[in-house]
């Protein structure tokens, strides 16, 4: 479990107690972003019962938030009409008590990222272990348990209280393509391919290195997007990847039937019609 108390709290501690009406501003003033039950408790100088009892009237003022048990964030006053800050500012620090590792994944990944063409009215988080859907504040987080968590490209996006773990741009463009059903379906996926193709980092070598640790009808649906929709060059990597499965033909759209239209490039049953609107 993530050790939350620091230096800080401890010289706090030897020097006395603070008053429950003082405690969100203090902990603001030093820094502090989150706090345990234990913090807390040490903090006020009372039992953990008495801790809870005393938050309640600061927890109703959108002064403070509890976003899993036993984890506190102190609510800065621009994000009190929200009744929490937004998923990025304690996203992090919630994994690391949890002790779960974790990424930001598909259309979540894909704004960071830039895709800001449909604003996301979720917090897509990909995680080791089942956890509740929860919304905190404004904020509708929606947790997918995926067992390439440790393995998946990804890198450690800045934000206000430090760093969150994001999957790569490759990476989320093939997450993007495997859970349709996560990304609001077929439009929508062409729709975030379309935009996160448009940079100028490349990007098709690490989808290749990366394919694997999806099915091949991701790295399918994404190669025929990206030659049908975008500028994309280098293509012929990924179609050549395309072939090298035993599954002889993909489906466009997995909960459809088959139809007569094939294409043989990137072995790829065009069942159903995109019509991207970016």
């Not at 506190?72 to 008590?97: L, S, V």
């Not at 997007?225 to 179609?239: K, Y």
Request: hydrophobic residues 45%; glycine residues 4%; proline residues 4%.
């Amino acid at each position: 479990m993530l050790c939350i108390m620091n230096a800080v709290i401890r010289e706090k501690i030897k020097n006395g107690t603070i008053r429950t009406a003082e405690v969100v501003s203090w902990l603001l003033s030093h820094g502090i972003t989150a706090v345990t039950n234990e913090d807390l408790s040490a903090l006020l100088g009372v039992s953990k019962n008495q801790m809870l009892q005393r938050l309640a009237p600061l927890v109703k003022r959108s002064e403070i938030i509890s976003p899993c048990r036993g984890l506190w964030i102190p609510i800065p006053f621009e994000y009190r009409q929200w009744g929490a800050p937004e998923a990025m500012y304690y996203i992090d620090k919630m994994m690391r008590f949890l002790e779960c590792d974790y990424y930001i994944g598909w259309m979540s990944a894909a704004a960071i990222l830039g895709a800001k063409h449909h604003a996301v009215q979720v917090f897509q988080v990909a995680t080791e272990i089942p956890m509740r859907n929860r919304v905190v504040g404004r904020s509708d987080f929606r947790f997918f348990q995926r067992g390439n968590v440790g393995s998946l490209p990804s890198f450690r996006h800045k934000t206000q209280t430090g760093a969150i773990t994001v999957s790569t741009r490759a990476a989320t463009m093939l997450s993007v393509t495997n859970d349709l059903s996560i990304v609001a379906g077929l439009d929508n996926a062409a729709n975030i391919i379309i935009e996160l193709s448009e940079t100028e980092e490349p990007f098709i070598v690490e989808v290749a290195a990366c394919s694997s640790l999806f099915p091949i009808s991701a790295l399918r649906r994404l190669g025929w997007i990206l030659e049908s929709f975008t500028e994309t060059s280098e293509l012929d990597i990924l179609a050549e990847l395309s072939q090298e499965s035993t599954v002889k033909v993909s489906k466009l759209t997995s909960h459809k039937a088959y139809s007569d239209h094939v294409n043989n490039r990137w072995s790829l049953d065009l069942n159903e019609r995109i019509v991207p609107d970016v």
